[in-house]
């Protein structure tokens, strides 16, 4: 099944994603692969449960500091730069942010403030791990943190694994151990991962 696969990147995930590495991470493939359920269960293994944004850039016109700001509720860049280092003595770490890049947002400037971004905050000023996630190789190939940034690609399901994904879609329909309703793949996949731990009820609402 295609989500035994995941123990193998979930590995690759939890060594690639180290604090201690100024570099962004690129995460990239198609859309629910299931690149948000290993990103998050990589979180969850190495108990990074607050500090975390994510930001989803759901439209041509989104870019990455001007959402920053407006999850923030800020108005001033000097404010979210102060504010992500307060939360990083606070926390005694980074925080983390994730900016996500859906399939549809094709204007090459959301990429550029995506790559912006992610070069000098993550990278250069080192206030925040920046992760970015997208669901196309043309995204994928737009970013560019100057060649610093560190890619992971999650492969896409093969035929059979596609028919296994359809047959699961209609066997089950909701999580017999939570009030999940499975809506997407990833969906089932998140619950498949938890209740081997119990179920945490949480937010499977997931796109990747």
Request: charged letters at 20%; one cysteine or more; glycine letters at 6%.
């Amino acid at each position: 099944m295609h989500y035994a696969h995941y123990a193998l990147w979930q590995d690759e995930m939890h060594q690639l994603l180290d604090l201690d590495d100024p570099r962004p991470i690129l995460i990239w493939g198609n859309h629910e692969v299931g690149k948000s359920t290993i990103l998050r269960k990589v979180l969850q293994e190495k108990q990074w449960n607050n500090g975390v944004l994510h930001i989803k850039l759901m439209q041509n016109n989104d870019l990455a500091k001007d959402a920053l700001r407006s999850r923030l509720a800020v108005l001033h860049e000097e404010e979210m730069m102060r504010g992500l280092r307060d939360a990083k003595q606070e926390m005694g770490r980074q925080p983390i942010i994730i900016l996500e890049v859906p399939r549809g947002v094709f204007n090459p400037d959301v990429m550029s403030s995506v790559s912006a971004f992610a070069k000098s905050w993550g990278f250069d000023d080192t206030v925040a791990k920046v992760v970015v996630m997208v669901s196309s190789a043309v995204s994928a190939m737009a970013f560019d943190a100057d060649g610093r940034e560190r890619r992971f690609f999650v492969p896409p399901l093969t035929s059979e694994e596609l028919s296994q994904k359809e047959a699961i879609m209609k066997s089950f329909s909701s999580c017999g151990n939570c009030s999940v309703t499975f809506n997407h793949f990833s969906a089932f996949c998140w619950c498949y991962f938890w209740h081997g731990l119990g179920c945490l009820q949480m937010d499977v609402s997931l796109s990747g």
